[in-house]
């Protein structure tokens, strides 16, 4: 089992930044890669980066150049730092830990950019 505790959200100004926080515990070990997933009132959930165990990334060209994703591996800790924040980012964004069993969310965190 992999529990997954996002943080970091709130309300930002056009052109602002915010750091999400995903904090896993649990069976770490059998994690193999996480993302960042977001879904905007009446939307589909989707994509906004991922990365590997080796730090491979992987991001929506949406959000290509202004959020980048990284990971502590020793607070077993994953990061969405959002920069040049647009109306458009607002959502719920999420956390997700995949493995070969299966996949794990967070509760997600509520992003608004709105001035």
């Known amino acids: 089992q992999v529990q997954l505790v996002e943080s970091g959200g709130g309300l930002v100004q056009p052109g602002g930044s915010l750091r999400l926080s995903c904090a896993a515990s649990g069976i770490i070990s059998s994690i193999y890669i996480m993302g960042w997933y977001r879904q905007a009132p009446g939307k589909q959930r989707e994509l906004v980066a991922t990365?590997?165990?080796?730090?491979?990334?992987n991001y929506a060209d949406s959000v290509r150049g202004r959020f980048t994703i990284s990971r502590d591996n020793a607070k077993n800790t994953m990061y969405l730092q959002m920069n040049s924040l647009k109306p458009e980012d607002t959502a719920v964004y999420y956390c997700?830990?995949?493995?070969?069993?299966?996949?794990?969310w967070g509760q997600g965190t509520q992003v608004t950019v709105s001035s």
């Open positions: 990365i590997t165990n080796s730090a491979s990334t």
């Open positions: 997700r830990a995949q493995t070969i069993a299966r996949n794990y």
